[in-house]
């Protein structure tokens, strides 16, 4: 099946930096979707892309379909204590027969330092 | 609205017992999913519902069962579990019968001893 390679794996930031993440692929995604989880908590829907670079914000969260639609981004200007998760990407792939599934990355752990 | 819900939170089982997780959405979604959260392996598919009378599976669906029970509820079933099956158990919905944007429940944590 598809895979997706999510990085980084971890993060260490102070508050207040900037983060940037990405997914990428071998596989063209038509859809790409990312999640945030905090402990103990259910992944949440953060933002979703539909199209070829399309660039999407969600607050401080902004998040990029990459023009080859093998890759995505996720960047969160000035972090804050509360941004600490899990963020994972996922994307989709429509093929003839119908949507193939949702396909996670393994995801990336934020860690802020006040 | 409480969106999806899952009983029981925790659970610790003994291996060879059964129990049934328990799902229920009230987005009035199409579709519902099961998942599994193991570290390092991010979340993987157990079975999935595109609509109220199918099932099909997904990555991981050996030593499970499913029954969509109605358009609000997905049910998963261990028959004989196994420490292997030790995880978090999440279960999802999307409005359409295809993948779509996933909205998850809190989960179970699950322990087979």
């Known amino acids: 099946g598809q895979q997706l390679n999510q990085s980084p794996q971890s993060m260490f930031i102070q508050e207040g930096e900037d983060v940037s993440m990405n997914c990428t692929s071998s596989?063209?995604?038509?859809?790409w979707l990312w999640y945030k989880q905090e402990p103990g908590e259910g992944p949440v829907l953060l933002i979703a892309?539909?199209?070829?670079?399309e660039l999407t914000s969600n607050g401080r969260l902004t998040a990029q379909f990459g023009i080859t639609r093998k890759d995505s981004f996720l960047n969160i200007s000035a972090s804050i204590p509360s941004d600490v998760g899990i963020y994972f990407c996922?994307?989709?792939?429509?093929?003839?027969?119908?949507?193939?599934?949702?396909?996670f990355g393994k995801g990336t752990h934020l860690i802020i330092q006040p | 609205n409480a969106g999806v819900t899952q009983t029981p939170k925790f659970q610790v089982l003994k291996t060879g017992q059964s129990m049934t997780l328990q799902c229920a959405q009230d987005?009035?979604?199409?579709?519902m999913y099961w998942y599994r959260q193991d570290p390092g392996m991010g979340l993987r598919l157990i079975y999935y519902?595109?609509?109220?009378?199918?099932?099909d599976k997904g990555e991981v669906p050996n030593g499970y069962n499913v029954s969509r029970l109605n358009k609000r509820e997905f049910s998963l079933r261990l028959e004989s579990a196994a420490p292997s099956q030790t995880s978090v158990y999440f279960c999802?919905?999307?409005?359409?019968?295809?993948?779509?944007?996933?909205?998850f429940g809190p989960g179970t944590r699950l322990t087979v001893t």
């Open positions: 999802a919905s999307s409005e359409g019968g295809g993948p779509g944007e996933q909205y």
């Open positions: 596989s063209i995604f038509n859809t």
């Open positions: 892309l539909y199209k070829a670079g």
């Open positions: 996922a994307g989709i792939i429509y093929s003839g027969g119908g949507a193939d599934g949702l396909t």
């Open positions: 987005m009035n979604h199409n579709s």
């Open positions: 519902s595109a609509s109220e009378g199918t099932t």
